[in-house]
């Protein structure tokens, strides 16, 4: 399946990062809650996401909400492929991008799998 992840989209001076990754015939808007000042150590606190079809229309999940908070140790694991692609290392290829942009989609696509009901 070919995808293109779009990171960190942020306003100036917002806690809050934006990630999207673009599918075939879906895309995924991932958003990152942040705490303390995002140019000294900024902390994540939520990451939410969504489901849409390349016409912006939200697919509702399985219970019938809209979107997915990501708890437990999911979050633990979404926060450290997350660090990854905000790494040093990530930034000026030092390590492999591709796999580390593969790890960051294939636990995305295991959320989503969880989620919803894909037809």
Avoid: W
Avoid at 55 to 70: F, H, P
Avoid at 101 to 115: A, G, K, R, T
Wanted: aromatic share 12%; hydrophobic share 35%.
């Amino acid at each position: 399946m070919n995808y293109t992840l779009e990171l960190n989209t942020q306003e100036s001076g917002s806690n809050l990062v934006f990630n999207t990754i673009k599918f075939d015939t879906f895309k995924v808007n991932i958003i990152e809650r942040y705490t303390g000042k995002m140019n000294f150590n900024p902390k994540l606190c939520e990451v939410i996401f969504k489901l849409r079809t390349l016409d912006d229309e939200i697919i509702k999940r399985r219970d019938g909400n809209l979107r997915v908070k990501i708890k437990d140790n999911q979050f633990d694991t979404y926060h450290q492929l997350s660090r990854v692609l905000s790494s040093y290392d990530y930034k000026n290829k030092l390590i492999n991008r591709k796999e580390a942009d593969q790890n960051y989609v294939h636990f995305m696509l295991s959320m989503i799998i969880s989620n919803y009901e894909l037809n």
